[in-house]
Nanobody
Framework: QVQLVESGGGLVQAGDSLKLSCSRS????????MGWFRQHPGQEREFVAG????????HYVEAVKDRFTISRDNAKNMVYLQMNSLRPEDTAVYYC???????????????WGQGTQVTVSS
């Protein structure tokens, strides 16, 4: 059983940067594709970024392309989301996820972290 724990969220101003981290316990970390989702209050969880376990290909939702970067360190069992040029609309609870393949639908991911709050003020 895989357990994921996010950290690094906080309150920042528009234009600032923030780096989220996700640590894993259990399972074989390198055998899972990893992703980041976010959820605004009262809305459905939405895909932000993903990284394939085998070839390392990355995928981003259009709204964060050229601003966010997903990466992983298999030796440390960590996945990261570097967020630059943050905007108020980036405000959400961010979740780390692990699954078989990178897809945009939350129901197809197997494991989830507890979430970390990111708030961007204008």
């Amino acid at each position: 059983q895989v357990q994921l724990v996010e950290s690094g969220g906080g309150l920042v101003q528009a234009g600032d940067s923030l780096k989220l981290s996700c640590s894993r316990s259990g399972g074989t970390f390198s055998s899972y594709s990893m992703g980041w989702f976010r959820q605004h209050p009262g809305q459905e969880r939405e895909f932000v970024a993903g990284i394939n376990w085998r070839d390392g290909r990355t995928h981003y939702v259009e709204a964060v392309k050229d601003r966010f970067t997903i990466s992983r360190d298999n030796a440390k069992n960590m996945v990261y989301l570097q967020m630059n040029s943050l905007r108020p609309e980036d405000t959400a609870v961010y979740y780390c996820a692990a699954g078989v393949v990178v897809v945009t639908t939350p129901r197809h991911w197997n494991y989830w972290g507890q979430g970390t709050q990111v708030t961007v003020s204008s």
